[in-house]
């Protein structure tokens, strides 16, 4: 059974940074497309980035440039590198099995002055 932890998430202020990370439980991590979701206060779930198991990244418009996904394979955990915070990244963000479509149990994000 695949389990999902993130951490990371806090306050912080507009145009700060903030990593988040997930680990995952089970093995054949490094064959997993893994990803990360947010889901803004009153707003339904929407994706933010992605990753293969060959390392490939794809990322919504509203965080390109801004936020880096990666995967340590060795500690089975997926990354979320976040830069330049804006008061909308607000959310609780998820991270993903996609295969598998597990998730984690969220970590909140708030960007506030």
């Known amino acids: 059974q695949v389990q999902l932890v993130e951490s990371g998430g806090g306050l912080v202020q507009p145009g700060g940074s903030l990593r988040l990370s997930c680990v995952a439980s089970?093995?054949?991590?490094?064959?997993?497309?893994m990803g990360w979701y947010r889901q803004p206060p009153g707003k339904q779930r929407e994706w933010v980035a992605t990753?293969?198991?060959?390392?490939?990244?794809n990322y919504a418009d509203s965080v390109k440039g801004r936020f880096t996904i990666s995967r340590d394979n060795a500690k089975n955990m997926v990354n979320l590198q976040m830069h330049s915070l804006k008061p909308e990244d607000t959310a609780v963000y998820y991270c993903?099995?996609?295969?598998?479509?597990?998730w984690g149990q969220g970590t909140q994000v708030t960007v506030s002055s």
């Open positions: 993903k099995h996609i295969p598998l479509g597990i």
């Open positions: 089970g093995s054949r991590f490094s064959t997993w497309p």
């Open positions: 990753i293969t198991s060959g390392g490939s990244t």
